[in-house]
């Protein structure tokens, strides 16, 4: 075997036993059919969402930081530091941080809020 085939190998299964550590419930599944499967997937996918929100909201704060020294940094030497820098680090961090309440908004203006998108059959009259 390769060298490079022997990395790779090495880093799929250190990569399989971290998520096996880290979500131990979809390691240990114990479900004997496809729907089982599905509903238990269903169900412990839903942390994702939040976790996304989470992470974008640490780099967005990040990014207005970083925006703002860039901004300190071009008040003291024109020159030197453009103000594009500061301006578009502070805007794409300011939308970082605010994304996921902007999509929240649209979903409950529109209706979407619940189990999921679909047409609730029993509510609809002939």
């Known amino acids: 075997m390769s060298k490079q085939f022997t990395q790779d190998l090495v880093a ?7 998520l096996g550590m880290a979500f131990p419930e979809i390691s ?3 479900v ?17 969402p939040g976790i996304i929100t989470m992470i974008l909201f640490v780099v967005g704060v990040l990014f207005v ?28 961090g300011g939308a970082m941080v605010g994304l996921p309440a902007l999509t929240g908004f649209f979903k409950n203006t529109l209706g979407m809020s619940g189990s999921g998108a679909g047409v609730d059959v029993g509510a609809l009259n002939f």
């Open 12 to 18: 799929g299964a250190l990569i399989a036993v971290t």
């Open 28 to 30: 240990l599944a114990q």
């Open 32 to 48: 004997t059919d496809l729907s089982g499967f599905a509903n238990q997937t269903q169900t412990q996918m839903g942390t994702v």
């Open 65 to 92: 930081g970083l925006g703002i020294i860039d901004l300190k940094k071009h008040a003291d030497n024109p020159n030197g530091t453009p103000l594009k820098n500061g301006i578009a680090k502070t805007l794409a």
